[in-house]
């Protein structure tokens, strides 16, 4: 049995991550933390989350000694901000945890990346640099070595499944970028009072157009600059992404089945992957579940695909589930289906 | 043309208020005002409530000097807090405004009232003698003649409508008090950031149970003790109340069709209350309308009442236009339909 | 391991219960079926239900002979119209299966209550008698004996679970009929196309005034005459029951604390229900899971309860689940939580 | 006073235009019809539109004498279906009647263009060529001279006008198809009982990927190509069409502005377009509106645009009752704000 940590386990994707490792055979759940200075600190989790109530009621610490928690546990799981990720990550890795980091502190090695998209510089070269990307289909040898794994934003987890597989085979063009139009639930914001979350408040709407930070993680990871924009969707868990995009000359639809099939085979116990060829992807389907849904249409030179995840699950706490199994052997959907 | 300025105009009702007035014949939309201190002060109306672009441009101005703007204005509505309703009414009365306040500050005139459920002692208790509770529908006489017209809550409006009818002509045992169950949607807890009103965090739950203060403002207007359940609803507008109550020994379905057509004749231009009989009120038939549909069933000694209301219009602004117009001798739904 | 097979597994309660039963360690998932004529027939349960696609691809084969299905079958979960279930179930007990019935057909022996509520007359009046009711906290006893077991409506199962342990202990006056408001997502309507199902049509509203067939479930199992006034809400999944009722002259709120806690003890895997006590029920704290969360407020001689359920689940699915774990002798939760 | 009547009133569609005829000053609701063969005949629209109680009680006749029917009207809305505007129309025409097509049956004047995406063969050619189509923005001097208005879909009337400020004004390289994703809320199917419609399978998806026939509309009117994907979200009413294009060498983020503001001046009584700039248009803000908000962005060669409208009103109802206006000589906007 491995013992795991929850950092920052207060907010939504804690809360999935919480209910997952208790139900893991080969985990047991540690800790879950919050910031020292929250006022969440000491009230059991499902007093926040009332679904998990006798399911984890386990009490949310301050964390308040790295040193003592890091000592302490095999597994670390960082739900945290991505500054506050940053800050402390190393922490946990030279105690030697396998840390599964949620935010995007250390998914993308680019010179300025971190000043430009995230405002901070980044202070832990080294770690970045041994940082593996943890899209599970895509990464599994590495991410079965690794100590440090970054687990991939919810929007880049469904752009990158369904594209992926045609840049790998270079089917598509990508001198015209491709068009990811993408909805995400607001529980993609967290678990915090805003107005832009407020209920009367929410409607749907793009945002972010040409400046969202998951664009850049979106084109460094599959090598092909992208037009990303997201949308906020009035529902609470899930994104859509639709994406339109020209093929290579001469790329025919059977050419893309081949290709999307050699990529994700049929046996879903070795991924997340389900694809529907000719059928479009449905939000409800997914929601709740541990899979990206990727269905496609050629005609002529275009290709339209169309993925849909739950933005908590597959677009973070499940992938991180997906990557802890894979690092340690177990299989890869244990404590997800 | 008369003068009006709205005191609170950034919040939901406010925004339904200027649209009416802007769209008023007789009404010239003067003053938009927030409280001094608010960040919203000189933005556009507009700039708040996109809704509102091209329709209601003015800007909301920093409410700095009562005494002058008392003095340019003909009809003041308050679409402001409790509190602040109650600190500046009299200073726009007494510059011989007509008032019309959407808050609770001058709805019942019961001793201790204030102090035990809103937290304040009450100081202006000739005010508060002098003011007309506006149920457009009951108090028409009074409102009239009234300077100072209390726009009654939300949910005491639904719960009235319905009701009233059968108090009034004594069809009801008072002994066994009617339950009413209600569902309000987000909208009436006002524009602001809260984790309550949180998009991800909002779900179908009674609240307040036994102690809303809208029990009492029914109870007391009623002349009858009420148990009242309010909910929060998953949806932003609307509420619809559905009320058990037991009849007066021997009295009938037809003394009930009766009395309830004797209070709402059929001529919708004379009021806002449109009779279903045999059918249910539905929440969406009113959404965006003044109206309030009431149904109800009789079985045996029992009546199953229901009855629906836009919140932020019958529930709050339709209903203070309501009360302007009757006022002002001008016909009962101008600007309303 | 115990072979199961689902008759009228297309709908939405047969798909929760195809994916339990894959999920459970004991049995095996044998056989899907729908009627003869079923437009469905011969497709995989995963391409009407598409979030079962890799977990349960199945087909529905066309119910055709009964004999043959009866004799292959340990455990046999019909999730069929009233009707069928009466006409089929005595086929498959005669041959040896244990039969779950999720439908009214066998839920209240009382002379002529197929008749007056489901319009026709039963003619398996052995059965009827011999049929328990699966209401799985309370009749566990007879439940792990039983043959036949007739899991309660959704309704019932809220109002039951909230109101029982009152009854039992004497806490309730019955003479004022409890008011039960509960509101129940769209899936209780079952999957099919219909004006009233229509997605612009529904919205929030009651129907069945005094006379929807859950009434005199209730009130029957219940031995307390109850007013239960369903209503249709703007939301898939869940129900929320409101009910308010009097106590019996000087119970107190330590006293309903006492009944609830001795009916409901504090762990989880020997039944369903999360006491909330003085928190009310929320309904997306259960959608997914198979509890009933229960809270409850009393004041004076009044007192206000609140149960919330996913209608699928703890309204159907898993409570069928849950009598299929008792009559096994399994754990009580296996395959639920 | 000009008699108006609506053909296939018991839709949407017709709810919203009799609403809207019931209330301008220069029309009169003669009429409401429905197929000689509808259920509803012979009830008030009000029966199937309960928000309408009270304000269109008519009833809902039977079609059975085209003749009697345009002798006595001035002005006739088809709100039907496409085959019946194609087979209706002249009748009402050669009787010298006012024809406002809400249909497809005279929108695009394209050889083999209603055999491929309509699959009838076009018999009115010479009415085809002679209707004028209604996008009330850009076709103002025809509509005013015009007999038959082709009113535009919902999708295609949010796209065009978005781009065509840009096409007419040659700031688009449209060889580069311009990408137009669109969500539409469920009453864009119509009034009908559907599984696709039902509510507990209503979830955001794409559907229609290559082949809607709203793509060969756009593209015809705005003469550029373009690739359109409508989606289906679940909410009831509105669109949201999020587009992204290449400007043409050279063109900057001024041009495009400048563009814009030629095409649409402030003056919001001429037309129903608002200017959001660097804003992106929210669905909210629109529904239950006649208004289309229009944002965009600007960066590099690229530009995305947004643009949302009520599909039952600017998609539909309220463009028709601009082009009565325009046709009529009334004030743009009557009746509509």
């Known amino acids: 049995m491995l013992n795991t940590v929850i950092i920052g386990a207060s907010g939504y994707t804690g809360a999935e991550l919480a209910k997952m490792v208790s139900r893991h055979p080969q985990l047991t759940l540690t800790g879950l933390y919050v910031s020292a200075t929250s006022l969440d600190a000491n009230k059991p989790l499902s007093e926040l989350h009332g679904q998990l109530k006798g399911m984890v009621d386990l009490p949310l610490q301050p964390l308040t000694d790295l040193k003592t928690t890091a000592a302490a546990a095999d597994i670390v799981l960082l739900a945290t901000a991505h500054e506050v990720s940053h800050d402390i990550a190393a922490e946990f890795l030279d105690a030697g945890c396998q840390v599964f980091d949620l935010s995007g502190a250390f998914r993308v090695k680019a010179d300025g990346f971190y000043q430009q998209y995230y405002g901070f510089e980044h202070q832990y070269g080294q770690w970045l640099d041994n940082a593996v990307?943890?899209?599970?289909?895509?990464?599994?040898?590495?991410?079965?070595?690794?100590?440090?794994?970054?687990?991939?934003?919810?929007?880049?987890?469904?752009?990158?499944?369904?594209?992926?597989?045609?840049?790998?085979?270079?089917?598509?063009?990508?001198?015209?970028?491709?068009?990811?139009?993408?909805?995400?639930?607001?529980?993609?914001?967290?678990?915090?009072?805003?107005?832009?979350?407020?209920?009367?408040?929410?409607?749907?709407?793009?945002?972010?157009?040409?400046?969202?930070?998951?664009?850049?993680?979106?084109?460094?990871?599959?090598?092909?600059?992208?037009?990303?924009?997201?949308?906020?969707?009035?529902?609470?868990?899930?994104?859509?992404?639709?994406?339109?995009?020209?093929?290579?000359?001469?790329?025919?639809?059977?050419?893309?089945?081949?290709?999307?099939?050699?990529?994700?085979?049929?046996?879903?116990?070795?991924?997340?992957?389900?694809?529907?060829?000719?059928n479009t992807a449905q939000l409800d389907n997914v929601v709740g579940s541990c899979f990206c849904d990727i269905g496609w249409q050629v005609q002529g030179e275009h290709i339209i695909l169309t993925a849909a995840i739950d933005n908590l699950l597959k677009g973070a706490s499940s992938q991180a589930m997906q990557c802890i199994n894979i690092r340690n052997g177990f299989p890869q959907l244990t404590a997800l289906v």
């Open 133 to 278: 990307y943890g899209l599970a289909e895509w990464n599994q040898a590495d991410i079965a070595q690794a100590q440090l794994i970054a687990v991939p934003g919810c929007y880049p987890t469904a752009s990158q499944l369904a594209l992926k597989p045609l840049v790998v085979a270079g089917l598509l063009d990508c001198q015209q970028w491709p068009v990811i139009n993408a909805v995400s639930g607001v529980s993609g914001a967290g678990r915090k009072a805003s107005m832009t979350n407020s209920f009367c408040e929410v409607s749907l709407q793009a945002y972010g157009l040409f400046t969202h930070r998951h664009q850049p993680e979106i084109s460094h990871h599959l090598n092909c600059d992208v037009i990303f924009t997201p949308h906020l969707g009035n529902f609470k868990r899930g994104i859509l992404a639709t994406i339109t995009a020209k093929l290579a000359p001469g790329v025919t639809a059977d050419d893309v089945t081949a290709a999307m099939e050699a990529a994700y085979s049929n046996a879903t116990d070795q991924h997340a992957v389900r694809l529907l060829n000719n």
